[in-house]
C-alpha cells in the first residue's frame, strides 16, 4: 500500500506570495491533517479533515487554509507568506476519525525569502 | 510551559545498549499516547500506539504509560546504529479527532 504522499517536496517562494501545497492520503483513510514543524516551535497543528469538513484547527492565523477532495485527497494554502512561515509542513492520514493512528508523509519543505 | 516535555538530548549510546526516552506531559485529558521516530529529511513514522495506563511491547520497542504521574517512556532493547533518529513523543484527548500534542522531540545517537 503507498504511504501519504506529499507534492511537492520542496518550495521556494518570496514574502507576499501564495502557496498551495497537496497531499494524497493512504487509500481507504477518510481523515487529513496537516502539521507545520520549526526547529524552535516543534510539530504543531494545523487543521484536520474529514469527509471534506473541517473539524478542528489549531492556533495559526486565518492566513492558513485547507480543503479536502471527495477523494480524500487535501491541499492546504498560505497566502500572503511571512518569513516565519519557513517550515516543513506534513501531512498525516489515518482511518478514521477519532484518536485514530496518525501516518505521515515526508513533508514539503518551504523556504520563503 | 509547554503542554508536553522531552529532553532534546541529544542522547549517544553504545550499539547494543538500552535506551530510555522520556516525556512528561499536564493535560489530565490526555489519554491517547504515540511515539514516533524521524530520520533526517523524512516524516514521523509510527512506532507505538497506546491507550490510557501500560505497557506495550512490540519487538526491541517497549512503551510505557503512567498516567497518575503523567508521565511516559519508551525503552529501546539492543540498541542498533540504525536506531539513531529524533523521537517524538505525541498524545491526544478523547473527542479531539486527530489533533495531536507533541513534545519536541528527542534526537538519539546509537555509536557502533
Known amino acids: 500500500k503507498a504511504g501519504v504522499t506529499q507534492t511537492p517536496r520542496y518550495l521556494i517562494k518570496t514574502r507576499g506570495q501564495q502557496v498551495t501545497l497537496s497531499c494524497s492520503p493512504i487509500?481507504?483513510?477518510?481523515?487529513v491533517s496537516w502539521y507545520q514543524q520549526t526547529p524552535g516551535q516543534g510539530l504543531q497543528f494545523l487543521f484536520e479533515y474529514f469527509s471534506e469538513t473541517q473539524r478542528n484547527k489549531g492556533n495559526f492565523p486565518g492566513r492558513f487554509s485547507g480543503r479536502q477532495f471527495s477523494n480524500s485527497r487535501s491541499e492546504m494554502n498560505v497566502s500572503t507568506l511571512e518569513l516565519g512561515d519557513s517550515a516543513l509542513y506534513l501531512c498525516?492520514?489515518?482511518?478514521?476519525?477519532?484518536?485514530?493512528?496518525?501516518?505521515f508523509g515526508n513533508g514539503t519543505r518551504l523556504t520563503v525569502t | 510551559q509547554k503542554e508536553v516535555e522531552q529532553d532534546p538530548g541529544p542522547l549517544s549510546v553504545p550499539e547494543g545498549a538500552i535506551v530510555s526516552l522520556n516525556c512528561t506531559y499536564s493535560?489530565?485529558?490526555?489519554?491517547?499516547f504515540m511515539w514516533y521516530r524521524q530520520y533526517s529529511r523524512k516524516g514521523p513514522e509510527l512506532l507505538m500506539y497506546t491507550y490510557s495506563s501500560g505497557n506495550k511491547e512490540d519487538g526491541r520497542f517497549t512503551a510505557q504509560v503512567d498516567k497518575s504521574s503523567k508521565y511516559i517512556s519508551l525503552f529501546i532493547r539492543d540498541s542498533q546504529p540504525s536506531d539513531s533518529a529524533t523521537y517524538l513523543c505525541a498524545m491526544s484527548a478523547p473527542n479531539a479527532g486527530n489533533m495531536l500534542t507533541f513534545g519536541g522531540g528527542t534526537r538519539l545517537m546509537v555509536k557502533p
Open positions: 493535560n489530565s485529558a490526555f489519554q491517547y
Open positions: 498525516a492520514s489515518s482511518l478514521s476519525g477519532t484518536n485514530s493512528p496518525l501516518h
Open positions: 487509500s481507504g483513510h477518510r481523515s
